[in-house]
Nanobody, 125 residues
Framework: VQLQASGGGLVQAGDSLRLSCTTPERIFGSYSAAWFRQAPGKGQEFVSALWRGGPNTYYADSVKGRFTISRDNAKNTVYLQMNSLTPDDTATYYC???????????????????WGQGTQVTVSS
């Protein structure tokens, strides 16, 4: 599955951004989708996930209450709305998808078979 991430940019602390993860195929009804991020010198960090076909969403504690993941099936797109950004949110953000994801593997990047190319988010203080 081909994923295309976009929407990153350079913003100031307190600003908002909305990331998009688009695919040419209608998959998000049967694929779980997630966002991970990787800051310079650090490993991949789970950010948020949306369970396949359903409304269940999951968030890392560091973004809970500030980030919202959502899906538009008609546009084959998953969004990550990021509010109240801080410099700690600076990272390259990747979207990922999996048809066979199990709940216990939600935060494990190895559980996702399909990945987008990453979009850079930089938050200045």
């Amino acid at each position: 599955v081909q994923l295309q991430a976009s929407g990153g940019g350079l913003v100031q602390a307190g600003d908002s951004l909305r990331l998009s993860c688009t695919t040419p195929e209608r998959i998000f009804g049967s694929y779980s989708a997630a966002w991970f991020r990787q800051a310079p010198g650090k490993g991949q960090e789970f950010v948020s996930a949306l369970w396949r076909g359903g409304p269940n969403t999951y968030y890392a504690d560091s973004v809970k209450g500030r980030f919202t993941i959502s899906r538009d099936n008609a546009k084959n797109t998953v969004y990550l709305q990021m509010n109240s950004l801080t410099p700690d949110d600076t990272a390259t953000y990747y979207c990922a998808a999996s048809r066979t994801l199990i709940l216990s593997s939600l935060t494990n990047p190895q559980a996702y078979a399909s990945w987008g190319q990453g979009t850079q988010v930089t938050v200045s203080s």
